[in-house]
């Protein structure tokens, strides 16, 4: 294919030899007659020059240069032959009609080349494109691969980590952690979970949550409970499954959402939400991810229950409800040790229930169980936070008072006796009036060791039955 640089040079030539040619014949027309023979041969080589011209012509001008070429070159013989009215040169204007055959000829198959080129060239183009096309399509698949390759990495870490985990809050924690990790801390994370006793929603762990509307969850957890599948709303505003109300009250917390229930053995335990303040933050992909963290969260989260329920099992007396006996001496030991390095005072009291066979006898082996409960309410409902109170053998129980001295803790035990003095029992449509003795001793007014402030506040109990029962006994 000519360039464009070549096309202008052989341009150039085709009119330099052109003008040449005919200024040629102008000179040497004034003296053809006078010595034809001697101007003969030139005027000819002159006249197949014009043949160049014209070759040059078409291949730099194309069809209408090589004509227009060929006529000016024509012209030319003609007006010599005129001039000199020798009508012989005229005939070698018929090698004209050879170089416009040739350069007709040449422009043809330089067409063809060109097209021939042109095709080829789109055609490598086209290749070029695909095979670009394919090059951008493959690299997408590779970033899309590496991409949830990372997640599902993360995700294989999150089930690792999840089930090495027994503490609740740890299991919320690396919860919020990794859905904040795989999907970008786009903004809240909040974990509720199902209050099986009044069924309801209780809002257990949270992140970026600086202000949360409701601790009992809203609309859209509640419309995520009560359908038991997931839930994504690009922009609340415009999401008319909800009501008014709710969205007007919630358009200042969060914008945008997604939430997934969290299913264990077929049950709904909670639900798993992100939230952001901006519109269309999370997508169908984000909502798949979270679906896989809640699900690889529900069973942490039930094992985790089932653990602490375990847990609270072996510390705790399956009747009262109150802490077991090796559990009370513990902590009783960690008290007394807690109270010396704090120069602090404790003290221990031992309640026994006043005549406690009599209520087996006289209303049937379940009115002893039924006194224990109610006796373990009442004191556990006077007692302040931070007080330990426990189960300490038959119908003996014991509360451990931290930061009390003598005079303190006798004074909160006589408000004790006098409740339970005073609030009767029914059992079987009866009345009962329970009583207790209370034994008393103090750290470190009546010992400094545990075992000695037990031994001095069961003689005391003691002492207080032998004197005639309903009363308390603190030295």
Not at 182 to 197: H, P, S
Not at 270 to 287: H, K, N, T, V, Y
Not at 316 to 325: A, E, F, N, S
Request: net charge positive; hydrophobic share 45%.
């Amino acid at each position: 294919m000519a360039t464009p640089s070549r096309r202008l040079i052989l341009g150039a030539l085709s009119i330099a030899l052109l003008i040449s040619s005919i200024w040629l014949l102008s000179e040497l027309s004034f003296g053809v007659k006078s010595n034809p023979p001697f101007y003969f041969n030139l005027i000819v080589a002159i006249i197949f020059s014009f043949n160049i011209a014209v070759l040059f012509a078409w291949f730099a001008f194309r069809i209408l240069g090589g004509i227009l070429v060929t006529i000016l070159s024509f012209l030319a013989v003609l007006w010599l032959d005129l001039r000199t009215g020798l009508y012989g040169y005229s005939l070698f204007t018929l090698s004209f009609f050879i170089a416009i055959f040739l350069g007709y000829a040449s422009f043809r198959i330089k067409n063809r080349i060109d097209s021939s080129y042109t095709l080829k060239l789109e055609k490598l183009d086209e290749q070029s494109n695909v095979l670009s096309n394919k090059i951008a399509e493959q690299k997408r698949m590779i970033i899309s691969l590496e991409e949830k390759l990372n997640r599902y990495s993360t995700l294989k870490e999150i089930a690792e980590s999840l089930s090495t985990q027994l503490s609740l809050n740890d299991v919320n924690k690396l919860i919020i952690e990794k859905a904040q990790k795989t999907l970008g801390e786009a903004g809240r994370v909040l974990i509720f979970l199902v209050d099986t006793d009044k069924q309801e929603l209780m809002l257990s762990a949270s992140q970026g949550a600086s202000r949360v509307k409701t601790k009992k969850g809203d609309v859209f957890d509640h419309w995520v409970l009560r359908h038991r599948k997931s839930l994504i709303t690009e922009d609340i505003v415009r999401d008319f499954r909800f009501p008014a109300d709710g969205v007007e009250e919630s358009k200042n917390f969060f914008r945008s959402l997604i939430i997934v229930p969290l299913v264990s053995e077929n049950k709904v335990i909670g639900i798993l939400r992100m939230d952001s303040l901006q519109e269309f933050m999370f997508a169908q992909d984000d909502l798949r991810l979270l679906d896989i963290i809640g699900h690889l969260g529900a069973v942490a989260i039930q094992n985790a229950l089932l653990y602490s329920r375990i847990q609270e099992l072996a510390i705790k007396d399956g009747l009262t409800g109150l802490v077991v006996r090796r559990y009370f001496l513990e902590r009783f030991l960690q008290e007394i040790k807690r109270a010396a390095r704090n120069n602090r005072t404790l003290s221990l009291l031992i309640f026994d229930i006043d005549y406690f066979k009599a209520y087996n006898d006289r209303y049937g082996h379940t009115a002893g169980d039924l006194v224990l409960k109610h006796l373990a309410r009442t004191i556990t409902s006077m007692m302040r936070e931070g007080d330990i109170v426990g189960r300490y053998g038959g119908e003996e129980i014991v509360a451990l008072l931290y930061g009390r001295d003598k005079t303190e803790a006798e004074s909160e035990a006589e408000e004790i006796r006098k409740v339970i003095r005073n609030k009767p029992l029914t059992l079987r449509r009866h009345a009962a009036n329970i009583t207790v003795s209370i034994g008393l001793s103090s750290y470190p007014e009546d010992a400094v060791l545990e075992e000695e402030l037990i031994k001095v506040a069961d003689e005391r109990l003691y002492k207080a039955k032998a004197r005639g029962r309903d009363r308390v006994c603190s030295g």
